[in-house]
Nanobody, 119 residues
């Protein structure tokens, strides 16, 4: 069974940093595009950053210059380095991956990790 397991959320003061990780477990053949999404209370889930299998990056305007997405294909893990955090970054962060496995190609989601930024 394919699973995405996130870690690294927490409580941080504005201006601080956090690093999120998302590890893929299970029997798979390949991981295609991966991404980080977030959902704040009362708001829709939004894309924060994505990384293609070939390394192409995309960021939401609100996080450009502050967040960095990366992946280690050998470890089947994706990261989100978040610097200069702001209170408006407070949300539940979810990782997402397009994965090929015996079940075919499908989109998988992590369980979410809370990030809270206080001023």
């Amino acid at each position: 069974q394919v699973q995405l397991v996130e870690s690294g959320g927490g409580l941080v003061q504005a201006g601080g940093s956090l690093r999120l990780s998302c590890a893929v477990s299970g029997i798979i053949s390949s991981i295609n595009a991966m991404g980080w999404f977030r959902q704040a209370p009362g708001k829709q889930r939004e894309l924060v950053a994505s990384i293609a299998r070939d390394g192409r990056l995309d960021y939401a305007d609100s996080v450009k210059g502050r967040f960095t997405i990366s992946r280690d294909n050998a470890k089947r893990t994706m990261y989100l380095q978040m610097n200069s955090l702001k209170p408006e970054d407070t949300a539940v962060y979810y990782c997402n991956a397009n994965i090929d496995s015996v079940a075919g190609r499908a989109i998988y989601w992590g369980q979410g990790t809370q990030v809270t930024v206080y001023s």
